[in-house]
């Protein structure tokens, strides 16, 4: 049936599916991209490092749902069909996201806010469960069996677009309101913009049809009972499961989210980048690096799946760390020569009292400007003690605007990061699609997907985080954990996995 | 190869609670390490959250490890039919 499907037919498909899904995502992320000025607004403003990591944890909370929300909505695709399922999942994203933006902060309601947050951020992980594999599933089943790869990997293009939306939205929503009031109220702007997003992609969807091979299933009485059932309780499509996830998702999981999150919170949180500069480099870099999404979803369709996914597994094993100590080399302005330095501009030094002593903390902040076209700002906190005087603090540089040849290098290094997404992305919704029968597709791909993106990768950050706050860890400490995860994939995908594609999904 | 794909399969197998176990004394030591109430919730609560995500995964990997000791990955289906 998908065979005869005219071409301009798949890609009103594929166009439907995708704006779908991408918006999704776009919901998804931007909680993740804007966690540090999350993390002020939810917290008390004492809370310093730990609003960061409980805003991280907050943020880590969607993501470890997605496998409940893969089974409560991959169960009803495999029941009621994919078109109705991932249009509820639509609503519930969209609504959720719109809700967070309108939440009062922690000085208005206190611990609520944090804690309604947390329940939205839930809602936003089960729907995201229940998306990704009814978009993937309902593509497959309309492409020829020879091109599944490069129809399926325009789906697989859609979380990295979804990250640069939400990027492009957050930069030009600062840009336009200025640091101060956007880090108020602006924050909210992108959070609430989703509820237009939606209402458009929702009446795209409302005109799509079944897909085909689920219609046929339906018509001639075959659609599982119990999806869950015939899903986990039988071996012989458990067994393929579990290799799915320890063999495939689970490696590809950490590589993604290394890629693309970790790499933009270390460049802005260990490396101290400027704000701007930060989603800059990322936005390059994911704008040269998603046509490969179809490059790789294309070759796979030649060359088999297996390959192209665990060669970019072992180049990020391989990588990472020099990458990474690169990013932290060319960040380092600690040693810069006076005559290094264009022009320095004093700020007013401002001091707040430290609450029940009579002390207070004084904060002078120097702009520097370098020859080179680089700049930062250069702050000290010391403590005016009544007793013991001025206790001079250690400089922090942070706010750092790179050099051109620098920023272009940084862009490079987080292209290359984002090519091997897509080398252990594109072909992987194919690969998934290929492993299950119709009738408990949704189900059964959805969950080991979803343990591998959502709790593998979607922890990256946040064990990252975590290992480099240890005592006696360095700050690429926190590459150890998606390198372990990948090495651990890699051998396991290498082993077990099968480089043969199935031919025919319509059973 | 057959028998490379079984005898990982214990590697598996002992894998999975050598991973929690790990996690377990980590969790333990940080928890330990940490001073004020409200760190030390905070670390309780994360950690908490990890061994709670991890624990059914590694089991995970001990039945894909017990099916690989028992052969049931030798040949793999060649296509998706049940």
């Known amino acids: 049936m998908s065979e005869t499907l ?65 089974l409560v909505f991959g169960r009803l695709g495999d029941l009621i069909g994919r078109k109705y399922t991932f249009l509820l999942t639509l609503v519930l994203m969209g609504g959720s996201t719109f809700l967070i933006g309108l939440i009062p902060s922690y000085k208005s309601i206190g611990y609520a806010a944090p804690i309604l947050v947390l329940i939205l951020r839930l809602i936003q992980g089960l729907a995201l469960g229940g998306e990704y594999g009814g978009a993937a599933t309902y593509v497959a089943e309309h492409a020829p069996k020879n091109r599944r790869g490069f129809f399926t990997s325009w789906i697989q293009t859609t979380a990295t677009l979804g990250l640069f939306l939400s990027l492009g939205v957050i930069v030009i929503t600062k840009n336009i309101l200025g640091a101060d009031a956007f880090g108020d109220w602006g924050w ?42 015939e899903s986990f309780n039988n071996k012989a499509n458990f067994k393929m499961v579990l290799l799915a996830l320890f063999g495939a998702t689970m490696g590809q999981g950490v590589i993604w989210y290394t890629g693309q999150f970790y790499a933009q919170s270390f460049l802005e949180n260990t490396c101290k980048l400027d704000f701007n500069d930060s989603r800059y480099i990322l936005l390059w870099g994911i704008a040269f690096a998603t046509p490969f999404f ?39 302005f600690s040693k810069i020569e006076q005559n290094d330095v264009s022009s320095t501009t004093a700020m007013p030094a401002t001091a707040v009292l430290i609450p029940n002593t009579p002390d207070s903390l004084r904060t002078i902040s120097t702009k520097v400007i370098l020859k080179n076209g680089a700049s930062f700002n250069k702050i000290q906190t010391d403590t005016i003690s009544v007793s013991k005087g001025v206790l001079p603090a250690k400089e922090i540089l942070k706010d750092k605007v790179l050099p051109t040849p620098i920023f272009w290098k940084f862009v490079g290094l987080i292209f290359f990061q984002i090519l091997l997404v897509t080398m252990v992305y594109g072909p992987i919704a194919a690969f998934l699609v290929e492993l299950f029968p119709t009738k408990i597709r949704y189900t059964s791909m959805s969950l080991p997907y979803h343990i591998g993106n959502g709790v593998f990768g979607g922890l990256v950050p946040f064990i990252a985080t975590l290992i480099a706050s240890f005592a006696g860890s360095t700050p690429l400490s926190g590459l150890w954990y998606p390198i372990g995860i990948a090495a651990l994939s890699l051998i396991i995908g290498t082993i077990y996995l099968s480089n043969k594609r199935d031919e025919s999904i319509n059973d | ?80 039919a049940l």
Do not use: C
């Not at chain 1, 594929?14 to 779908?20: R, T, V």
């Not at chain 1, 179809?294 to 760390?321: E, N, P, T």
């Open chain 1, 6 to 70: 005219p071409k301009n037919n798949i890609f009103k498909v594929i166009g439907a599916s995708s704006l779908g899904t991408l918006i999704e995502w776009y919901d998804f992320y931007i909680f993740g991209s804007l966690a540090v000025i999350i993390g002020h607004q939810l917290f008390p403003e004492d809370a310093g490092a730990s609003a960061l990591i409980n805003t991280l944890a907050i943020f880590a909370a969607g993501f470890i749902v997605r496998p409940f929300g893969a």
């Open chain 2, 1 to 80: 190869m057959n028998a490379l794909k079984k005898f990982l399969g214990l590697v598996w197998m002992v894998l999975g609670p050598l991973a929690m176990t790990f996690l377990f004394i980590q969790a333990v030591e940080k928890v330990g390490l940490t001073h004020t109430d409200i760190e030390r919730t905070n670390t309780i609560l994360q950690w908490g959250i990890i061994l709670f995500i991890f624990l059914p995964i590694s089991l995970g990997l001990m039945i894909f490890g017990f099916y690989a000791w028992k052969g049931e990955y030798e040949k793999l289906p060649d296509n998706s």
């Open chain 1, 294 to 332: 179809v490059i790789f979803g294309a070759w796979s369709d030649k060359v088999g799946r297996k390959w192209i996914m665990l060669s970019g597994m072992l180049l990020g094993i391989i990588f990472y760390r020099p990458i990474y100590q690169m990013f932290l080399d060319d960040t380092d």
């Open chain 1, 188 to 229: 909210r702007i992108p959070f609430l913009l989703s509820i237009v997003l939606v209402v458009v992609s929702i009446y795209i969807r409302m005109k799509m049809h079944e897909s085909p091979m689920f219609s046929k299933l339906k018509a001639e009485g075959n659609i599982s009972k119990n999806p869950l059932k």
